[in-house]
């Protein structure tokens, strides 16, 4: 994988502490609004996550199989990103 893995990896246990950290709060029966808020900062931290992960392979192993040649591989990484999207947009 060719990205940002130091800064992904911190993202991905900063949202791991708040996921601990919103467990705590709904078994301390916390406002609800405050979960929300919390689980709502804890995806923004994974959809950054994703979205330096997606650089990476944009730069890398998307722009490998355009530098390739080789039309299978390009059609391939064209197909995967496609798939991405419409799982994002589900």
Do not use: P, W
Not at 4 to 11: E, H, Q, Y
Not at 58 to 79: R, T
């Amino acid at each position: 994988m060719q990205c940002d893995c130091n800064k992904t990896i911190n993202l991905l246990k900063t949202a791991g502490g708040q996921i601990d950290g919103i467990i705590n709060m709904i078994e301390d029966d916390r406002y609800c609004i405050d979960v929300i808020t919390q689980i709502m900062a804890t995806q923004a931290i994974l959809r950054k996550a994703s979205s330096i992960i997606l650089k990476g392979h944009m730069e890398h192993c998307v722009n490998a199989a355009f530098e390739s040649g080789n039309e299978q591989e390009k059609n391939e990484k064209i197909d995967e990103i496609i798939k991405l999207f419409d799982k994002i947009n589900k």
